[in-house]
């Protein structure tokens, strides 16, 4: 069952055209690869998806529902979180702080009702604060919930912002590029995590350089070159792809 489906969708900046009709479904339960060089159009595909950049032309339906246009708050309020390239966190703020903020969009209770710290209020504050630290659990940072955010190590800020992405109950969590900066132990251990997501019935889908990590974690792969689809497939597929070898692989298996 498709629980996103990408349909000729169309970006341009200028006349830059950063996406040219590119199409793809991503099952509900897999995780999901979008590979390719850089400058091929994969970060500006997640913005359309989230509502971070309009499209110039197609659709996209999450769900059943055609969210095109909408706006990032109501898309993460349908099920869709992410976390960004370039980390961005809420440097100043602790780290259970950082991963409040992913709770926020599910939270009930009105301006009025926290400043006048009803007892409504104050249980669902309770909750929040509960969630926030299963999800620190989760990802290995519970103990370093009352750190400030900026003082963690660059692999556990992006842990970090894994976390604040779960917080929010996605039923499909985007990563752009979340290996980025990791050593090769701390990436082992994102593979793990990614998997461990799955298990929870969340659908994941991610940007990726490092392939030993996109061939271990993804059940399915779409590549990009210069905004246009290429090829899609399983990881046996790609690897064999003489288009995705030309473009991005290389012809050295040893490297992937």
Do not use: W
């Not at 246009?69 to 259970?96: C, D, E, H, K």
């Not at 702080?97 to 969009?105: M, P």
């Amino acid at each position: 069952m498709s629980l996103l489906r990408v349909e000729n969708v169309v970006k341009f900046f200028g006349g830059l055209m950063a996406v040219g009709n590119v199409s793809f479904d991503v099952p509900e339960g897999c995780v999901y690869g979008l590979i390719g060089p850089n400058g091929a159009g994969k970060t500006t595909v997640f913005n359309l998806i989230t509502g971070n950049y309009k499209l110039n032309k197609g659709n996209i339906v999450f769900k059943g529902e055609n969210i095109t246009g909408m706006l990032t708050p109501r898309v993460v309020a349908l099920g869709i979180a992410r976390t960004f390239q370039n980390i961005r966190l809420f440097s100043n703020m602790s780290v259970l702080e950082n991963v409040l903020a992913g709770y926020h969009c599910r939270m009930k209770s009105g301006a009025l009702a926290a400043m006048l710290r009803l007892p409504k209020q104050r249980a669902e504050e309770r909750r929040a604060i509960g969630k926030a630290i299963a999800e620190l659990r989760f990802v290995g940072l519970e103990a370093e919930a009352e750190n400030l955010a900026r003082n963690l190590s660059y692999g556990n800020q992006r842990l970090l912002e894994i976390a604040r992405a779960l917080a929010s109950d996605p039923a499909l969590i985007i990563l752009d590029e979340p290996a980025g900066g990791m050593n090769e132990y701390e990436t082992t251990a994102l593979v793990d995590l990614i998997e461990r997501i799955r298990a929870r019935g969340i659908t994941v889908m991610l940007i990726e350089h490092d392939m030993s990590l996109v061939m271990r974690a993804c059940e399915y792969i779409v590549v990009l070159e210069h905004g246009k689809k290429i090829a899609e497939g399983s990881p046996e597929v790609i690897k064999a792809d003489p288009k995705v070898i030309e473009a991005y692989l290389g012809s050295d298996d040893d490297e992937i």
